[in-house]
């Protein structure tokens, strides 16, 4: 008799540990996949000249501020000494006039052993800035197409001329629904120009409107270019992270 009720004891027990298991088991939660897609916009890093110089390879993107010790104007841009506390480093941007103690704030990409043949000398290190700022209003932006990303725009009046059988970004945007996944030529100017690990981020002007373009960066494109550009058009195009198009263009081809 004794046996008999351990076994219903133990019974019971196993049973009900079974119970609570089963209660309190969940399925495991879905692992949300990651959006490849989602543009990789770098983070501008507030730095001293001296933590620069002392790793150039640190960050993608920086912002250091500085007095301006003398600038250098050669065709197309100029180029600016600039020091703080910690030392001094020599800055590239769009030609600019700046009087020398003028505090400035430069952002840009670094690169290092870059050799100007226009004043035949090396700089060890060197900031292609894309923006430079003396505290009121920017005052430069980056002419050079190498740096991690080309914000400037292009503000004079654009005149392209239009490509045999190719279609107008008027066109493209009016009948986007029509175009959706259909293959466009365009001629444009690169008014503005994101550098992405895998791609560029354009903007195409071609004087009757402005579009959004991806394009591999195994073509050679920079802000300033005139381009035909060949490429798919997309509509309703959400790549995260609260970036979204009505509409954009994959390119496929430039020339």
């Known amino acids: 008799m004794n046996t008999m009720i351990k076994t219903i004891i133990t019974l019971a027990i196993v049973m009900t540990g079974l119970l609570i298991s089963g209660c309190t088991d969940s399925e495991p939660a879905t692992q ?29 993107t920086i912002r250091v501020t500085g007095i301006v010790n003398q600038t250098i104007d050669v065709e197309g ?22 009087d020398n103690d003028t505090e400035i704030t430069a952002t840009g990409s670094l690169q290092t052993e870059f050799t100007s043949t226009q004043l035949g000398r090396t700089f060890d290190i060197i900031l292609f800035a894309d923006s430079v700022s003396d505290g009121t209003t920017s005052v430069s932006n980056s002419p050079h197409g190498s740096g991690t990303i080309i914000t400037g725009n292009i503000t004079s009046d654009i005149n392209v001329t239009p490509v045999d059988g190719g279609t107008s970004i008027e066109d493209i945007k009016s009948m986007s629904a029509a175009l959706d996944g259909q293959v466009v030529k365009v001629s444009a100017v690169v008014v503005k120009n994101v550098v992405l690990i895998d791609d560029y981020f354009l903007t195409l002007d071609d004087g009757t409107g402005q579009l959004k373009a991806r394009c591999p960066n195994t073509f050679n494109v920079s802000q300033g270019d005139s381009v035909v550009v060949t490429g798919s058009v997309m509509t309703d195009v959400d790549l995260g992270s609260g970036y979204y198009y009505e509409v954009l263009l994959q390119i496929t081809d430039v020339e």
């Not at 990651?34 to 000249?49: K, Q, R």
């Open 32 to 60: 949300q996949p990651l959006n490849h897609n989602m543009p990789l916009v770098p983070v501008v890093v507030d730095v001293t000249i001296g933590e620069v110089l002392a790793n150039p390879y640190a960050h993608e």
């Open 77 to 98: 841009y100029t180029y600016m000494e600039m020091t703080d506390s910690t030392d001094s480093l020599w800055v590239a941007g769009y030609s600019t006039q700046l």
